[in-house]
């Protein structure tokens, strides 16, 4: 039998290292990726899929060329700065295209180096210095953190509709012709690659920027406009009251103008179902978190609710605002007037203007917090009567009578029944209408209760403010400034050409939106400058003829050689004292 013998060594166990940790930072690392004969400046992030399996991609942000100088693309000029941030390049890359880009690095005069070229430029270089003059250039210089490539793609985004209102399709054929902001080719994919990286950061920080450059207690009107689209796929778009009275859907924007500064500070894109009145604490607290402080707010009866009114007291919100005179404290107040004379006792009268006013103080306080209550501020009613007002009214309100009364005879002696009743009923709001068994108009008679009701506010109109110590005729003129706000919807929709949601994706919804606001403070600058100089008003129809006018100006590059701009002559040099520029030496 055969003995076996064995040895027992004790093992200790270890765990085997599977190779260096991987770094978070390993995904930004930049690295040279050789397609063809084109180098791409590439970082390799990965994802990983179901079975846990690492999958590689390339992201390409530029090209290098044989020196190893890097040559960054939309993709890097359109990242967000915290992503850019994050990018670790090689120590032997060159980087100065990126100084340059970005405005940090001071080139000089250098010489032109591309192909000769021969473009408009009166218009652009106008635009430049009003970009410039009214602080923006400087403000999209800071919301995107210095890189001047991206914002002279902004700026030529927001030029185009305003100097040629052609649609983006065509801008690229249009930067051969003119010169540009932007020298890049901005193409559809560029375009909608721009549109597309503007956040809701950058929307903020600019509104940051606009203001800080306000004054305390600034005139600032608020309204909204409908906009109109065909498309279906954007989640706002809903139907509304269409301001256009088109049938379409729409969006709808909210645009808080300032009266100072004669250009708008602040906008939102709201769902085109949304009533006015609804969308006061939205904005009110947009503005707060921008850094707004002490604006006067202007708004019209759209804004009017009892809910908002006590939304201004309880947050100190000075405002003007128009209420409707059918009811409420207001008509109360026109019920303890006699107008027995014809006119109405105890308002004083302002003689040029043939207007009867007074102002009434009014107690009123909101719950806060606990058992605490917070009083109104200068909480006043401020009531006007217009004579010429009031007999229009009344001659309208018998050409109504008048006018239902013909129709609904007709509609007697036709003996057919009505289809709708009710549909009768609010066609026919002036008359008290009778129907038979058989669905016909037998009679009517003239709605004395809604006449009466119609006759006892004719000529009467009134405003509420709150917060300021401003006297009637004081607070009817710093309300009657908001219809400058009109004039800027007008301007979005006809020179900007901003009648229509061109857009079909959110992404790219926001940065339009963004765009488009940027040619508003840009186009209602040029038509304050226009309407208050007398020079301008009389030598020009509109702020689309003053551009029109500049045109001939030309810039004029060939290679090798320093730029030069042809002379400005005529109407041009009137423009330009006008708006206080300086013509450019030489020209």
Known sequence: MSLLMGTFVSINRCTMRTGRPVSASTQYKMIVHTNGRQRYASTKPYTIDEGGVKRYTYKHWGTLDENNRFHPNTTYLYAPIEERQKLIFPKDWDLSEIEILSGTKH????AYDAQDVDRQYGPTWLLNQVAAKSGLTDDLRKVFAGNMEMVNDILTLAYFP??????YNQLSLWQREVKSPSERDLNSVNITRLSQSITEQNRMDLFRCRAARLEKEDLCAVDSTSISTYGFNLVDIR???????????????????????????????????MPDARTVELIMTELGHAGFKNLVLITDR??????????????????????????????KKIKEIDMSRGYP????MARKENLYYAQYDIDYAVKGYGNNAIKA???????????????????????AVDEQAEAIEEIIA??????????????????????????????????REKQDSMLLTAGFFASKTIGVDFDPLTAKDNYGMRDEQEK???????????????????????????????????????????????????????????????????????RGRLKFITPFVGAQVDICKAFGFTIPDGC
């Open 162 to 167: 305003f100097i040629d209102n052609l649609s």
């Open 107 to 110: 080139r000089g005069r250098i």
């Open 414 to 447: 036709s003996k057919k029944p009505v289809v709708d009743k009710n549909d009768i009923k609010k066609r026919f709001n002036m008359l008290n209408i009778k129907f038979g068994q058989d669905g016909c108009v037998t009679s009517y008679e003239v709605n």
């Open 488 to 558: 800027v919807f007008a301007l979005q929709k006809g020179p900007l050409g901003q009648d229509r949601l061109k857009t079909w994706s959110e992404a790219s919804k926001h940065g339009r939106m963004f765009i488009c606001f940027v040619g508003l403070i840009l186009a209602s600058y040029v038509r304050f400058q226009w309407r208050k100089n007398e020079t301008l008003n009389k030598k020009f129809s509109s702020t689309e003829a003053i551009l029109a006018e500049m045109r001939t100006i030309r810039c004029i590059e060939h």
């Open 239 to 273: 139907w509304g009251k269409n301001k256009e009275r088109l049938p379409l859907r729409q969006t709808v924007e909210v645009v808080v103008y300032s009266l100072t500064t004669h250009m708008p500070i602040y906008y939102k894109e709201l769902p085109g179902n």
């Open 377 to 399: 501020d200068k909480y006043r009613l401020n009531l006007y009567f217009n004579p010429e007002k009031r007999a229009a009214a009344m001659c309208d309100i018998q050409h």
């Open 345 to 348: 006792e105890g308002m004083s």
């Open 302 to 331: 759209g804004y009017e609710s009892m809910k908002n009114i006590e939304l201004y007291i309880s947050k100190g919100q000075k405002v003007i605002t128009s209420v409707k005179v059918s009811q409420g404290d207001v008509l």
